[in-house]
Protein backbone atom coordinates (compact mmCIF):
# COMPACT_ATOMS: atom_id res chain seq x y z
CA UNK A 1 0.00 0.00 0.00
CA UNK A 2 2.82 2.35 0.78
CA UNK A 3 4.54 1.97 -2.61
CA UNK A 4 1.19 2.84 -4.39
CA UNK A 5 0.61 5.64 -2.08
CA UNK A 6 4.03 7.41 -2.76
CA UNK A 7 3.80 6.29 -6.54
CA UNK A 8 0.38 8.88 -6.80
CA UNK A 9 2.16 11.16 -4.75
CA UNK A 10 5.18 11.33 -7.30
CA UNK A 11 2.76 11.27 -10.05
CA UNK A 12 0.90 13.84 -8.98
CA UNK A 13 3.60 16.31 -8.03
CA UNK A 14 5.28 15.22 -11.27
CA UNK A 15 2.53 16.27 -13.66
CA UNK A 16 1.51 19.30 -11.73
CA UNK A 17 5.67 20.48 -12.34
CA UNK A 18 5.01 19.30 -16.09
CA UNK A 19 2.02 21.36 -16.43
CA UNK A 20 3.99 24.70 -14.96
CA UNK A 21 7.21 24.80 -17.27
CA UNK A 22 9.28 21.64 -16.41
CA UNK A 23 10.30 18.74 -18.83
CA UNK A 24 9.08 15.54 -16.75
CA UNK A 25 10.84 11.72 -17.58
CA UNK A 26 8.98 9.49 -15.67
CA UNK A 27 12.02 6.93 -15.76
CA UNK A 28 16.10 8.09 -15.97
CA UNK A 29 16.26 7.39 -19.60
CA UNK A 30 19.07 9.84 -20.75
CA UNK A 31 20.66 10.10 -17.38
CA UNK A 32 24.44 9.83 -17.30
CA UNK A 33 24.87 7.93 -14.19
CA UNK A 34 28.71 8.36 -14.63
CA UNK A 35 28.79 12.40 -15.18
CA UNK A 36 25.37 12.58 -13.39
CA UNK A 37 24.51 14.74 -15.89
CA UNK A 38 21.46 15.22 -18.44
CA UNK A 39 23.29 15.45 -21.25
CA UNK A 40 20.50 15.77 -23.60
CA UNK A 41 19.52 19.28 -21.57
CA UNK A 42 22.98 20.10 -21.93
CA UNK A 43 23.39 20.56 -25.63
CA UNK A 44 19.20 21.40 -26.20
CA UNK A 45 20.32 24.58 -23.93
CA UNK A 46 23.78 25.10 -25.83
CA UNK A 47 22.15 25.22 -29.03
CA UNK A 48 19.33 27.41 -28.48
CA UNK A 49 21.70 29.50 -26.59
CA UNK A 50 25.19 29.18 -27.71
CA UNK A 51 24.95 27.78 -31.38
CA UNK A 52 28.15 29.43 -32.77
CA UNK A 53 30.47 28.24 -29.75
CA UNK A 54 29.33 24.90 -29.79
CA UNK A 55 30.00 24.92 -33.78
CA UNK A 56 33.39 25.07 -32.29
CA UNK A 57 33.74 21.81 -31.04
CA UNK A 58 30.57 19.78 -32.39
CA UNK A 59 31.02 21.07 -36.45
CA UNK A 60 27.83 20.89 -38.40
CA UNK A 61 29.67 19.33 -41.36
CA UNK A 62 31.80 16.73 -39.33
CA UNK A 63 30.94 13.18 -39.32
CA UNK A 64 29.14 12.13 -36.04
CA UNK A 65 32.64 10.41 -34.75
CA UNK A 66 33.69 13.93 -34.28
CA UNK A 67 30.78 15.21 -33.17
CA UNK A 68 30.55 12.85 -30.48
CA UNK A 69 34.28 13.41 -29.08
CA UNK A 70 33.54 17.41 -29.20
CA UNK A 71 30.71 16.56 -27.01
CA UNK A 72 32.22 14.36 -24.41
CA UNK A 73 34.85 17.33 -24.13
CA UNK A 74 32.07 19.21 -23.20
CA UNK A 75 30.65 16.90 -20.74
CA UNK A 76 34.10 16.08 -19.58
CA UNK A 77 34.86 19.63 -18.98
CA UNK A 78 31.45 20.29 -17.13
CA UNK A 79 32.30 17.64 -14.40
CA UNK A 80 36.08 18.93 -14.25
CA UNK A 81 35.02 22.02 -12.67
CA UNK A 82 32.67 20.34 -10.85
CA UNK A 83 35.10 18.40 -9.72
CA UNK A 84 37.53 21.05 -8.95
CA UNK A 85 38.53 20.55 -5.20
CA UNK A 86 39.37 24.18 -4.26
CA UNK A 87 37.91 27.58 -2.17
CA UNK A 88 37.24 29.81 -5.10
CA UNK A 89 36.57 27.28 -7.88
CA UNK A 90 34.75 24.09 -8.70
CA UNK A 91 31.45 22.71 -7.95
CA UNK A 92 27.58 22.41 -9.26
CA UNK A 93 27.24 25.96 -8.66
CA UNK A 94 30.26 27.15 -10.03
CA UNK A 95 28.89 25.60 -13.31
CA UNK A 96 25.84 27.52 -12.99
CA UNK A 97 27.13 30.64 -12.01
CA UNK A 98 30.00 31.18 -14.74
CA UNK A 99 31.29 30.42 -17.92
CA UNK A 100 33.53 27.22 -18.43
CA UNK A 101 35.75 27.25 -21.59
CA UNK A 102 36.90 24.28 -23.96
CA UNK A 103 39.15 24.31 -25.97
CA UNK A 104 38.69 27.49 -28.18
CA UNK A 105 35.10 27.67 -27.00
CA UNK A 106 33.19 29.39 -23.84
CA UNK A 107 30.02 28.29 -22.55
CA UNK A 108 27.76 29.40 -19.87
CA UNK A 109 25.06 26.43 -18.39
CA UNK A 110 22.27 28.93 -17.05
CA UNK A 111 20.80 32.16 -17.75
CA UNK A 112 19.81 34.41 -14.62
CA UNK A 113 16.25 36.89 -15.19
CA UNK A 114 17.72 40.42 -17.07
CA UNK A 115 16.80 43.34 -15.03
CA UNK A 116 15.18 44.67 -17.69
CA UNK A 117 13.39 43.31 -20.89
CA UNK A 118 15.77 46.09 -22.93
CA UNK A 119 17.72 43.16 -24.16
CA UNK A 120 15.82 40.94 -26.33
CA UNK A 121 18.44 38.22 -26.47
CA UNK A 122 19.51 38.42 -22.71
CA UNK A 123 15.11 37.86 -21.77
CA UNK A 124 15.36 34.89 -24.86
CA UNK A 125 17.77 32.85 -22.83
CA UNK A 126 16.15 33.19 -19.32
CA UNK A 127 13.36 31.92 -21.33
CA UNK A 128 15.34 29.03 -22.99
CA UNK A 129 16.49 27.52 -19.08
CA UNK A 130 15.59 24.02 -19.61
CA UNK A 131 14.16 22.61 -15.92
CA UNK A 132 13.32 18.90 -15.67
CA UNK A 133 12.33 16.56 -13.15
CA UNK A 134 13.14 12.74 -13.74
CA UNK A 135 11.55 10.08 -11.50
CA UNK A 136 12.94 6.86 -9.76
CA UNK A 137 16.87 7.61 -10.87
CA UNK A 138 19.35 4.81 -10.40
CA UNK A 139 22.08 7.47 -9.72
CA UNK A 140 24.99 4.71 -9.02
CA UNK A 141 27.03 2.63 -11.29
CA UNK A 142 27.57 0.46 -8.13
CA UNK A 143 24.40 0.08 -6.86
CA UNK A 144 20.89 0.01 -8.39
CA UNK A 145 19.52 2.59 -5.43
CA UNK A 146 17.19 5.01 -6.44
CA UNK A 147 16.03 8.60 -5.69
CA UNK A 148 12.44 9.89 -6.31
CA UNK A 149 13.31 12.94 -8.05
CA UNK A 150 16.10 14.73 -9.25
CA UNK A 151 15.63 18.40 -10.54
CA UNK A 152 18.21 19.91 -13.49
CA UNK A 153 18.42 22.97 -14.96
CA UNK A 154 19.91 22.56 -18.07
CA UNK A 155 21.08 18.82 -17.53
CA UNK A 156 22.98 20.55 -14.40
CA UNK A 157 21.43 18.30 -11.27
CA UNK A 158 20.63 20.99 -8.68
CA UNK A 159 18.22 19.16 -5.94
CA UNK A 160 17.27 15.62 -4.62
CA UNK A 161 13.72 14.52 -3.23
CA UNK A 162 12.89 11.75 -1.04
CA UNK A 163 9.17 11.07 -1.30
CA UNK A 164 7.01 9.54 1.64
CA UNK A 165 3.37 9.58 2.17
CA UNK A 166 2.00 10.40 5.74
CA UNK A 167 -0.77 7.74 5.14
CA UNK A 168 1.98 4.93 6.06
CA UNK A 169 5.26 6.65 6.82
CA UNK A 170 6.25 10.19 8.21
CA UNK A 171 9.07 12.84 7.07
CA UNK A 172 11.97 10.61 9.43
CA UNK A 173 11.60 7.65 6.96
CA UNK A 174 12.63 9.77 4.36
CA UNK A 175 15.42 11.57 6.11
CA UNK A 176 16.63 8.08 7.79
CA UNK A 177 16.88 6.93 3.97
CA UNK A 178 19.03 9.75 2.84
CA UNK A 179 21.17 8.72 6.34
CA UNK A 180 21.87 5.33 5.94
CA UNK A 181 20.83 3.96 2.29
CA UNK A 182 21.53 7.33 -0.27
CA UNK A 183 25.52 7.61 1.08
CA UNK A 184 27.87 10.23 -0.66
CA UNK A 185 30.57 7.46 -0.98
CA UNK A 186 29.96 3.97 -1.57
CA UNK A 187 29.88 1.50 1.24
CA UNK A 188 31.38 -1.28 -0.62
CA UNK A 189 34.20 0.63 -2.58
CA UNK A 190 34.41 3.93 -0.42
CA UNK A 191 34.22 5.88 -4.42
CA UNK A 192 32.38 9.09 -4.37
CA UNK A 193 28.76 8.98 -5.71
CA UNK A 194 28.66 11.79 -7.96
CA UNK A 195 25.00 12.85 -7.86
CA UNK A 196 25.05 13.03 -3.71
CA UNK A 197 28.66 14.55 -3.11
CA UNK A 198 28.94 17.83 -1.54
CA UNK A 199 29.42 20.72 -3.83
CA UNK A 200 29.82 18.65 -7.40
CA UNK A 201 26.67 17.00 -7.39
CA UNK A 202 22.95 18.36 -6.38
CA UNK A 203 23.20 21.37 -4.16
CA UNK A 204 20.53 20.95 -1.94
CA UNK A 205 18.30 17.24 -0.93
CA UNK A 206 14.67 17.36 0.17
CA UNK A 207 13.23 14.70 2.06
CA UNK A 208 9.06 15.86 2.08
CA UNK A 209 6.32 13.84 3.20
CA UNK A 210 2.52 15.11 2.28
CA UNK A 211 2.66 17.07 5.73
CA UNK A 212 6.56 17.89 6.29
CA UNK A 213 9.39 19.46 4.91
CA UNK A 214 12.91 19.14 5.81
CA UNK A 215 16.18 19.73 3.92
CA UNK A 216 20.10 19.05 3.98
CA UNK A 217 22.95 20.49 1.57
CA UNK A 218 25.34 18.38 2.89
CA UNK A 219 24.59 14.61 2.98
CA UNK A 220 26.88 12.82 5.23
CA UNK A 221 25.11 9.57 6.34
CA UNK A 222 24.05 8.82 9.55
CA UNK A 223 25.52 12.36 10.40
CA UNK A 224 23.73 14.65 7.82
CA UNK A 225 21.65 17.36 9.77
CA UNK A 226 18.45 18.12 8.56
CA UNK A 227 16.63 21.28 8.51
CA UNK A 228 12.95 21.97 8.66
CA UNK A 229 11.59 23.38 5.33
CA UNK A 230 8.03 24.06 6.67
CA UNK A 231 5.56 27.10 7.26
CA UNK A 232 4.86 27.14 10.72
CA UNK A 233 1.70 26.36 12.15
CA UNK A 234 -0.35 29.08 14.55
CA UNK A 235 3.25 29.77 16.08
CA UNK A 236 3.74 25.75 16.39
CA UNK A 237 6.07 23.59 13.89
CA UNK A 238 4.80 21.86 11.04
CA UNK A 239 2.18 23.24 8.25
CA UNK A 240 -0.96 24.21 8.30
CA UNK A 241 -4.09 22.20 6.78
CA UNK A 242 -4.50 23.04 3.11
CA UNK A 243 -8.06 23.08 2.27
CA UNK A 244 -6.95 22.60 -1.90
CA UNK A 245 -4.36 19.45 -1.19
CA UNK A 246 -1.28 18.74 0.82
CA UNK A 247 0.15 20.24 3.54
CA UNK A 248 3.26 20.45 1.52
CA UNK A 249 1.88 21.65 -1.50
CA UNK A 250 4.02 24.79 -1.22
CA UNK A 251 7.00 23.14 -2.19
CA UNK A 252 6.17 22.32 -5.88
CA UNK A 253 3.83 25.26 -6.59
CA UNK A 254 5.91 27.98 -4.96
CA UNK A 255 9.92 26.54 -4.15
CA UNK A 256 9.87 24.80 -7.53
CA UNK A 257 7.66 27.14 -9.84
CA UNK A 258 9.85 27.88 -12.49
CA UNK A 259 10.50 31.32 -12.11
CA UNK A 260 11.56 31.59 -8.24
CA UNK A 261 13.46 28.24 -8.66
CA UNK A 262 15.80 30.38 -11.10
CA UNK A 263 15.75 32.98 -8.69
CA UNK A 264 16.76 30.73 -5.96
CA UNK A 265 19.80 29.61 -8.03
CA UNK A 266 20.93 33.02 -9.47
CA UNK A 267 20.43 35.23 -5.90
CA UNK A 268 19.60 32.99 -3.11
CA UNK A 269 21.97 30.08 -2.63
CA UNK A 270 25.93 30.51 -2.15
CA UNK A 271 29.06 28.84 -0.78
CA UNK A 272 29.63 29.95 2.74
CA UNK A 273 33.39 29.94 3.75
CA UNK A 274 34.39 30.23 7.50
CA UNK A 275 37.62 30.21 8.81
CA UNK A 276 39.07 29.51 12.27
CA UNK A 277 42.19 28.08 13.40
CA UNK A 278 42.99 25.04 14.98
CA UNK A 279 46.00 24.51 16.94
CA UNK A 280 48.06 27.20 15.40
CA UNK A 281 46.60 26.33 12.16
CA UNK A 282 43.80 28.44 10.04
CA UNK A 283 41.28 25.92 8.91
CA UNK A 284 38.59 26.89 6.27
CA UNK A 285 35.52 24.94 6.04
CA UNK A 286 32.39 25.70 3.61
CA UNK A 287 28.83 24.76 3.08
CA UNK A 288 26.39 25.65 0.96
CA UNK A 289 23.31 27.36 2.15
CA UNK A 290 20.03 27.23 0.57
CA UNK A 291 17.08 29.39 2.47
CA UNK A 292 14.73 28.40 4.80
CA UNK A 293 11.27 29.11 3.44
CA UNK A 294 10.68 31.72 5.64
CA UNK A 295 13.62 33.56 4.98
CA UNK A 296 13.13 33.29 1.31
CA UNK A 297 9.33 34.20 1.48
CA UNK A 298 10.33 37.06 3.60
CA UNK A 299 13.01 38.36 0.90
CA UNK A 300 10.08 38.24 -1.11
CA UNK A 301 7.65 40.18 0.44
CA UNK A 302 10.02 42.92 1.51
CA UNK A 303 10.97 43.35 -2.25
CA UNK A 304 7.44 43.43 -3.82
CA UNK A 305 6.75 46.30 -0.39
CA UNK A 306 10.20 48.65 -1.77
CA UNK A 307 8.45 47.86 -5.35
CA UNK A 308 4.86 49.53 -4.25
CA UNK A 309 6.77 52.15 -2.46
CA UNK A 310 8.69 53.23 -5.58
CA UNK A 311 5.59 52.80 -7.60
CA UNK A 312 3.51 54.90 -5.54
CA UNK A 313 2.77 58.53 -6.50
CA UNK A 314 4.63 61.33 -4.83
CA UNK A 315 3.04 63.11 -1.83
Known amino acids: MAIQHEDAFETELCEYLAAHGWEYSPNAVGY ?33 ASRELGRKQILDQIVAVQTTDTMNTGGTLNVLKTSIGVLNAKFSLFQARPATSLNA ?21 KNTNRIDLVLFVNGIPVATVELKTDFTQSIKDATKQYQFDRLPKDAKTGRAEPLLTFKRGALVHFAASTDEVRMTTFLDGPRTVYLPFNLGNNGAAGNPPNPK ?14 DAFLEILEKFIHLEKTTKTVDGKKVTTERIIFPRYHQWDLVLRLAEQLADQRRAPDG
Open 245 to 258: GHRTAYLWENIFQR
Open 32 to 64: DKDRALFRDDVFAWLEATQPEQLEKLVKPGGNE
Open 121 to 141: KTVERFAANRLRVMRQVVYST
